[in-house]
T-cell receptor, first 114, second 115 residues
Framework: AQKVTQAQTEISVVEKEDVTLDCVYE???????LFWYKQPPSGELVFLIR??????QNEISGRYSWNFQKSTSSFNFTITASQVVDSAVYFC???????????FGKGTLLTVNP | GAGVSQSPRYKVTKRGQDVALRCDPI?????LYWYRQALGQGPEFLTY????????KSGLPNDRFSAERPEGSISTLTIQRTEQRDSAMYRC?????????????FGAGSRLTVL
């Protein structure tokens, strides 16, 4: 069975602060894929990043960075110098190599205040 | 089409009525997924298709829920004898390939309210 845990239900920061969203996962698959999706107040789900289980290199895209650590089954997401437009619910998700359904965490509501 | 299209966007129905939610995936996408999202929760898997074949329906809550994709394109999620607990956002997603590496493109969703 696959499981994704996002322990932080809500986070509130002031603009320009750095913020890290935690994600811990469980799977029995040796090959699997991890994702982050963003759900802004408008409600759509927007894909941010995908990583596979055999590539533990961290990734940076502008103000966004992702830290994948297999040893702790974590795939954390950091936003540097947060902006008000970053306010959204962020979902971590997992799919396996044997079953292709995408399992989501409960999400973290990030509020960036001016 | 350019994106995943869902209809209706909003549906209000009375308890006991049947509802059908439609999803038109991105042209050429072989996989199609249905999810349900309650307020304040993450999307919950319902079922998915590879072309017209339903691959996994383990997430359908009970036998009042069914889905089909007869020609491998448009899909319909049907809920029979709706109950108030069925109220939620129902999201459809499609992907180009059939793989765990799928990047799903989601539609705007169909918000169902059962009175």
């Amino acid at each position: 069975a696959q499981k994704v845990t996002q322990a932080q239900t809500e986070i509130s920061v002031v603009e320009k602060e750095d913020v890290t969203l935690d994600c811990v996962y469980e799977t029995r698959d040796t090959t699997y894929y991890l994702f982050w999706y963003k759900q802004p107040p408008s409600g759509e789900l927007v894909f941010l990043i995908r990583r596979n289980s055999f590539d533990e290199q961290n990734e940076i895209s502008g103000r966004y960075s992702w830290n994948f650590q297999k040893s702790t089954s974590s795939f954390n997401f950091t936003i540097t110098a947060s902006q008000v437009v970053d306010s959204a619910v962020y979902f971590c998700a997992l799919s396996g190599g044997s079953n292709y359904k995408l399992t989501f965490g409960k999400g973290t509501l990030l509020t960036v205040n001016p | 089409g350019a994106g995943v299209s869902q209809s209706p966007r909003y549906k209000v129905t009375k308890r006991g009525q049947d509802v059908a939610l439609r999803c038109d995936p991105i042209s050429g996408h072989v996989s199609l997924y249905w999810y349900r999202q309650a307020l304040g929760q993450g999307p919950e898997f319902l079922t998915y298709f590879n072309y017209e074949a339903q691959q996994d329906k383990s997430g359908l809550p009970n036998d009042r829920f069914s889905a089909e994709r007869p020609e491998g394109s448009i899909s319909t999620l049907t809920i029979q004898r709706t109950e108030q607990r069925d109220s939620a956002m129902y999201r459809c997603a499609s992907s180009l390939i059939f793989s765990g590496a799928n990047v799903l493109t989601f539609g705007a969703g169909s918000r169902l309210t059962v009175l």
